[in-house]
């Protein structure tokens, strides 16, 4: 199983505690809240996956492309005409014949499911998800109503507070929300983070 190593200066016996409490978690990361996850990302869609196809790559490690139909730009950096109606994303880990790699934290996505996806990358490749399985926001419809949720499995977030400590976070989403509050706050923090830029 692979696991990515924290590049947050810790010292080696915070660092043990923490691989130590983040046994059940998974790979420990540093957390992203929503304002880094857009100013991270090349490209946030909402789409739909449409297929998947899982590859051995030339280091022997297998990759996945998903391939997602989007339904919603909300940022790009390409000109709209150039948007393409399909994008590939591309996370570690698949099941090739019968040779499997799972790295935890790396999303999974299953044909049909519909996500917002937060991605970094050449568009003329496949995108990768920003921050793992953070930058990707699942869509349910509960009781009739469109909602989000940021799937954290896999994952140890954790963030340095103000006393240098590094400490679990619940990360861009601590909870659901329906899905047009959630696509309004991030179109909000595009145009904010578009016109500091522009100053």
């Known amino acids: 199983m692979l696991r990515f190593r924290v590049l947050l200066g810790l010292s080696g016996a ?21 304002s880094e996850l857009v100013a991270q990302s090349d490209r946030i869609v909402v789409g739909r996956v449409v297929l998947s196809e899982a590859f ?3 280091d022997g490690t297998i990759a996945t492309w998903y391939r997602i139909e989007v339904e919603r730009e909300l940022r790009s950096d390409a000109p709209t005409r150039d948007q393409e109606p399909e994008v590939i994303v591309q996370v570690l880990g698949g099941q090739v014949g019968n040779l499997g790699m799972r790295v935890e934290g790396e999303p999974r996505f299953t044909v049909g499911e519909r996500a917002v996806i937060f991605m970094e990358g050449d568009r003329q490749l496949a995108f990768r998800p920003v921050g793992m399985a953070q930058g ?5 419809m509960e009781a009739g109503d469109e909602t989000v949720f940021q799937s954290r499995q896999g994952l140890l977030l954790v963030r340095r507070g103000p006393d240098g400590l590094l400490k679990q976070s619940p990360g861009a989403l601590p909870q659901k929300e329906r899905l047009e509050a959630f696509l309004e706050r991030v179109r909000t923090i595009v145009r904010e983070q578009a016109g500091a830029a522009g100053e």
């Open 14 to 34: 915070l660092l043990v505690a923490l691989i130590t409490a983040s046994s059940a978690h998974g790979s420990i990361v540093q957390a992203l809240d929503l």
């Open 56 to 58: 051995q790559r030339r």
């Open 136 to 140: 990707v926001m699942r869509i349910r």
